[in-house]
């Protein structure tokens, strides 16, 4: 039997008029970078406030180790790591003593984990807190996190507003703390390289709803782009469920589809008004791109 350490059945939360959850399954299996995407406003960051425990849900429930969100107890969420985009720690105490802080907490505490990360960061042991630099703060919090050898550690844009350099060690250090440790990581950001770069598994989240989870490769392989010439307007291409977006670039008709075997819509395309068609490789970026900008903006087409 498969082991999840998350799972929701029916999650729905409502703030007052506004749905931000809608009947959310999903079962995440034990270990791995699982990368939640999703506009903004999807409703991430509220799955895993309700997660926590946070925030309780309108309907349906959210389990996390195997136990119910709801009741957590100190000793459940000492084996839960959260890190997000804010890095807040408290600004007057030096590093030091957060440090001191954070080891008796945690039982657990792993300090060659914690020497291990933090070494790609350059943070003083006496500097306060509120004096370190967005990356260094962000760089602190992710090597205590990682110490507390958490079974599961949320992420939820942990790299906001770091520089390129502070990027790439944030990013090394967890993927070598997670071969490591063996702990489950959920990751959410809007920056696809990341994303490509750490994720096993993709959770593709729209409008409050599960939309897709699958290996970034195995969701790449349900994406075809096509070129095409047209000699009318392809209007009835544009509507079929399977075009994620068609545009017209510069004289061109680019269309991404999703779940279409390739061979089908070539013969399509091609009985419906394509005088050439031309099949092209699919970036995650781009598979992912158009994915998220169907439920953005509709379909597009400038012909
Ligand atoms: N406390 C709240 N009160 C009212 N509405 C809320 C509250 N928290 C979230 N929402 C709404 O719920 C929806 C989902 O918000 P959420 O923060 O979960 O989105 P997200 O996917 O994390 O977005 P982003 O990528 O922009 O961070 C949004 O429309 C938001 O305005």
């Not at 970026?285 to 087409?301: S, T, Y």
Request: aromatic letters at 8%; one cysteine or more.
């Amino acid at each position: 039997m498969t082991d999840y350490i998350i799972e929701s059945q029916g999650l729905t939360k409502c703030f007052g008029t506004k749905t931000a959850l809608f009947d959310f399954n999903l079962a995440i299996p034990r270990g791995g970078i699982h990368a939640f995407i999703g506009a903004n406003g999807a409703g991430k960051s509220t799955f895993f406030r309700l997660l926590l425990g946070l925030e309780s849900p309108t309907q349906g429930s959210c389990s996390v180790l195997g136990i119910n969100s709801q009741e957590l107890s100190p000793e459940h969420r000492g084996k839960i790591g959260y890190v997000n985009e804010e890095h807040t720690l408290p600004s007057w105490m030096t590093v030091d003593a957060v440090i001191e802080m954070q080891r008796s907490l945690y039982p657990k505490w792993q300090q060659d984990t914690f020497d291990k990360v933090i070494a790609n960061f350059d943070v003083g042991l006496k500097q306060n807190v509120g004096q370190l630099s967005r990356g260094e703060r962000a760089g602190l919090n992710l090597s205590m996190a990682l110490a507390q050898s958490p079974e599961v550690l949320i992420l939820d844009e942990p790299t906001l507003g770091l520089d390129v350099v502070a990027k790439q060690a944030f990013l090394t250090a967890l993927m070598h703390t997670e071969m490591d440790a063996n702990c489950t990581i959920i990751y959410c950001s809007h920056q696809m390289e990341e994303v490509e770069r750490v994720a096993d598994n993709l959770i593709i989240v729209e409008a409050g709803e599960v939309k897709y989870m699958a290996a970034p490769d195995d969701f790449c392989q349900r994406v075809n782009y096509w070129i095409c010439d047209f000699e009318t307007k392809p209007d009835k291409v544009k509507n079929l469920q399977c075009v994620l977006s068609l545009k017209n670039i510069e004289g061109q008709i680019h269309i991404v589809t999703i779940d279409q075997p390739a061979e089908h819509f070539e013969a399509y395309l091609l009985a419906n008004g394509a005088a050439s068609v031309v099949a092209v490789p699919v970036s995650l970026d781009k598979a992912i791109g158009a994915v998220l900008a169907q439920n953005h903006r509709g379909h597009e087409l400038s012909a």
